[in-house]
């Protein structure tokens, strides 16, 4: 069992910033992969930034140079740094992990998601 805890969310003015975190325990051996997704009311889940072993990382157009995301292994938590926000990233942003268990299987892992309101 793995689990993931969100936190940072909260309402913030277009411009501002905002960094969210992510952090999994439980019965794994290892994470493979660390991603932020994100769900506006009405509209599908987006992946927003991934980052995978080897630290190469990943970003949706439209967060391009506005948002970082990092990773600290020693803590097993990865962190979304959301700079210049605007209205439009406003959404319920939720962490995604993949890696592998205790048990030797593949794990897919979501955290409870985190509001991130940005008003204009």
């Known amino acids: 069992q793995v689990q993931l805890v969100e936190s940072g969310g909260g309402l913030v003015q277009a411009g501002g910033s905002l960094r969210l975190s992510c952090a999994a325990s439980?019965?794994?051996?290892?994470?493979?992969?660390m991603a932020w997704y994100r769900q506006a009311p009405g509209e599908p889940r987006e992946l927003v930034a991934d980052?995978?072993?080897?630290?190469?990382?990943n970003y949706v157009d439209s967060v391009k140079g506005r948002f970082i995301i990092s990773r600290d292994s020693a803590k097993n938590t990865v962190y979304l740094q959301m700079n210049s926000l605007k209205p439009e990233d406003t959404a319920v942003y939720y962490c995604?992990?993949?890696?592998?268990?205790?048990?030797?299987?593949?794990?897919?892992?979501w955290g409870q998601g985190t509001q991130v309101t940005v008003s204009s």
């Open positions: 995604h992990v993949r890696g592998t268990a205790t048990s030797a299987r593949e794990f897919v892992s």
């Open positions: 439980g019965r794994f051996l290892v994470i493979n992969y």
């Open positions: 980052i995978a072993t080897g630290g190469a990382t």
